[in-house]
């Protein structure tokens, strides 16, 4: 005689709980195999007909079971049941297995978590960056820890309290800058949240790691407008050619050309700027929020050539398009003034230091030196993504005169 396995629900009902304890039960035992159910609620009988009939498996019930003997006789039909059957693995949670991160994520996967089980029927979801070889970048997940681990509070980051002691006029020139850095901050945050709806949850380190970028820039944003008013009441000057530059950055639809112009190219240079500040400027706390920022803004540019390395080694038409992106930018904005002459002389105040002349000549040859630590700067970056050294030279010259 065969020992059926057995489960006893007492007085415990399926509408009250029970049914987690036959799930349970029937994981235990192989497809094709008995259980025999016995209880004592008065609806059981009929909670479990319905029950096994949305789950799949099979039933015979015991007319009179509620006394000694059991009152159904449930059989395992599948491994996969009820919401289960039919469900697709929207790959593996771990992306370093194979098929952890695939190509193409199907819409129906939609906010799924990666390797959970998507339920046969989900609905489509429109998330146009659905091709890992568009958005991928191997190093993301590396980045986003980086950049997880190296969040920092503006409140307690930066000793708002130093004493600035330089004269009114090198204040201006830092409030003239300020100013010129959160416009610049500013695109540099919408660029990629402007992204992030579009890109396919599937790729979730992607999606993490533009998150935190632009929480990165939202503090930037905070930490130069606060030193922008730590001692003036007004911010400084905002021209046309920095927000018709600024605003080609926004404009552009593709993701590699978007990034291409913000990291690899407007943020690298940015950089050269932020530590230009940090070197120059005569109060600790500009030298503090650029130190800072420069920090945040390397894991921006790291990402940016991670994932154009790595995207035109896939395409091989991608580096014309690059260089046609920079030449199409350079022509839209031919007619603009660039960095403004208040943005230039500030910079040139600023790292003077006063109004000697000797410091006013060392202001004017340490910003000239800038402009050509920017410029070597993205040749070395363009030569990184494989373009020659001529090619590269010429695309750095045609960059924006406003930095980003």
């Known amino acids: 005689m065969i020992d059926v396995p057995r489960i006893e629900l007492?007085?415990?009902?399926?509408?009250?709980?029970?049914?987690?304890?036959?799930?349970?039960?029937?994981?235990?035992?192989?497809?094709?195999?008995?259980?025999?159910?016995?209880?004592?609620?008065?609806?059981?009988?009929?909670?479990?007909?319905?029950?096994?009939?949305?789950?799949?498996?099979?039933?015979?019930?015991?007319?009179?079971?509620?006394?000694?003997?059991?009152?159904?006789?449930?059989?395992?039909?599948?491994?996969?049941?009820?919401?289960?059957?039919?469900?697709?693995?929207?790959?593996?949670?771990?992306?370093?297995?194979?098929?952890?991160?695939?190509?193409?994520?199907?819409?129906r996967w939609g906010l799924a978590a990666r390797g959970a089980k998507v339920e046969a029927g989900s609905p489509a979801f429109d998330f146009p960056l659905a091709d890992k070889d568009v958005v991928w970048a191997d190093e993301a997940a590396a980045l986003y820890a980086q950049a997880a681990a190296a969040q920092w509070d503006p409140a307690t980051a930066v000793d708002w309290s130093a004493p600035i002691t330089h004269p009114p006029e090198i204040e201006d020139?830092?409030?003239?800058?300020?100013?010129?850095?959160?416009?610049?901050?500013?695109?540099?945050l919408i660029v990629p949240a402007s992204f992030l709806a579009k890109i396919h949850p599937h790729f979730r380190e992607v999606l993490q790691l533009l998150a935190i970028q632009a929480a990165d820039e939202a503090r930037h944003i905070e930490c130069f407008?606060?030193?922008?008013?730590?001692?003036?009441?007004?911010?400084?000057?905002?021209?046309?050619?920095g927000q018709e530059s600024l605003k080609t950055l926004l404009e552009e639809p593709d993701f590699a050309l978007a990034f291409f112009l913000l990291s690899v190219l407007g943020e690298g240079s940015f950089l050269s700027l932020l530590w230009f500040l940090h070197e120059n400027a005569s109060d600790p706390v500009t030298r503090q929020v650029c130190c800072l920022a420069a920090q945040d803004e390397a894991r921006h540019v790291a990402f940016g050539l991670a994932h154009l390395r790595r995207h035109m080694g896939l395409d091989q038409g991608l580096r014309p398009r690059l260089a046609a992106a920079v030449e199409r930018r350079h022509d839209a904005l031919r007619n603009t003034d660039g960095l403004n002459e208040e943005v230039f002389d500030a910079l040139v105040l600023l790292a003077a230091g006063s109004w000697e002349l000797d410091d006013l000549g060392?202001?004017?040859?340490?910003?000239?030196?800038?402009?050509?630590?920017m410029d070597r700067g993205r040749r070395q970056r363009l030569e990184k993504l494989g373009f020659p050294a001529d090619e590269a030279e010429a695309l750095s010259a045609l960059h924006t005169r406003n930095f980003m």
Do not use: Y
Not at 86 to 99: H, I, K, N, Q, V
Not at 225 to 241: C, F, I, N, P, Q
Not at 362 to 373: C, P
């Open 10 to 107: 007492g007085a415990l009902g399926l509408d009250r709980g029970a049914h987690l304890l036959l799930k349970r039960a029937l994981r235990q035992i192989p497809v094709g195999a008995p259980l025999h159910v016995f209880g004592s609620h008065e609806e059981l009988a009929v909670h479990l007909r319905a029950w096994c009939r949305a789950e799949g498996h099979e039933i015979e019930l015991f007319p009179g079971g509620q006394g000694l003997g059991p009152i159904a006789r449930i059989v395992r039909s599948s491994a996969e049941t009820g919401r289960w059957k039919g469900a697709e693995a929207a790959g593996a949670p771990d992306r370093t297995l194979p098929g952890g991160v695939v190509d193409k994520p199907p819409a």
């Open 173 to 188: 020139a830092v409030v003239q800058v300020m100013t010129f850095l959160v416009e610049n901050e500013t695109a540099a």
């Open 225 to 241: 407008t606060r030193r922008a008013l730590l001692v003036r009441k007004d911010m400084g000057l905002s021209t046309v050619g």
């Open 362 to 373: 060392k202001g004017h040859d340490r910003v000239v030196a800038l402009r050509e630590d």
